[in-house]
């Protein structure tokens, strides 16, 4: 196809994904909504399902945010969580930045919709994005577990809710649908490319092993190295560096490394399961 014809189509499509986010403010203006379109060209360029899975990350997680968004539960876990509904620059690289570095390899080395979709470097991609979205999900559901979550380098330990590190059953088991949703999608996706649908199985399952792993990667990491804070005030434990409940207390870092934030963690996270599904289905194991 035409690269021009391509472009235009892909402004076009962002346009109201663009709106959208404007008048959810889930974008922070300028910064958040220039790295969304610039990220939503490229990765529409590149392939259009990049561009879509991007899209069913972004859109179910706003839905998942709304979901039961009024829950005293769900507040008072959330109130740990640095971020808020209004994404940076940085935190649209965070959970597309993968993606996007790989649309750019395909754009430059295979070309404008040119590439697979069961190129290792777009399994690669798609399990960035299976990351995120199970990692998403398994703070915006289970963060309403029932049984308080536990410390994923101790399970006799309990944590409070929204705890970077804390997991529990729910959680895992959102993790495991948001995985799935991607993965599948996937699967709908490169159907439209090839008939050989064994192939296109078992890469979905790799997608999908990848994803869950990815999440699981991100609750270790946030255990380990991401930055916590604690409020002089209520001593509440924080990922913010100001505790806004508290009249914009100043916090004081307690654990972890104080470069690490959430975000940061999460492009950690997404990369390794993306790296080791891409070299795994390059150099070990590639169904045909
Ligand atoms: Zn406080």
Not at 85 to 91: E, L, P, V
Not at 278 to 283: A, S, V
Request: a positive charge.
């Amino acid at each position: 196809m035409n690269a021009l014809y391509v472009l235009l189509l892909a402004v076009l499509v962002n346009i109201p994904i663009a709106l959208y986010a404007i008048l959810k403010k889930s974008l922070r203006i300028p910064d958040g909504l220039l790295a969304a379109a610039i990220m939503g060209i490229l990765l529409f360029m590149a392939n259009w399902f990049y561009w879509a899975a991007v899209i069913i990350f972004f859109a179910s997680s706003s839905l998942l945010t709304r979901y039961k968004e009024k829950n005293r539960i769900k507040q008072e876990a959330m109130e740990y969580a640095e971020k808020g509904g209004t994404r940076d620059a940085f935190q649209v690289f965070a959970n597309g930045g993968i993606a996007m570095l790989a649309a750019i390899y395909v754009i430059i080395n295979q070309g404008i919709w040119k590439g697979s979709l069961t190129d290792p470097i777009a399994i690669g991609a798609i399990t960035s994005v299976a990351t995120v979205t199970a990692d998403t999900w398994a703070t915006e559901i289970g963060v309403l577990s029932r049984k308080q979550p536990v410390w994923i380098l101790n399970p006799f330990k309990k944590v409070p809710r929204g705890t970077s590190g804390g997991i529990s059953l729910r959680g895992i088991g959102a993790t495991a649908l948001g995985s799935s949703l991607i993965a599948f999608s996937y699967f709908f996706a490169a159907t439209l490319e090839t008939k050989n649908y064994q192939k296109i199985l078992i890469i979905t399952i790799i997608i999908l092993i990848g994803g869950i792993f990815g999440s699981l990667v991100d609750s270790f990491l946030g255990a380990i190295i991401q930055a916590q804070y604690e409020c002089p005030v209520c001593k509440k434990i924080t990922e913010k560096k100001v505790h806004l409940k508290c009249g914009g207390t100043i916090t004081k870092h307690v654990k972890g490394l104080k470069i690490i934030n959430n975000d940061i963690v999460n492009v950690i996270a997404a990369l390794i399961p993306s790296i080791i599904v891409y070299f795994f289905t390059k150099y070990v194991y590639y169904p045909y």
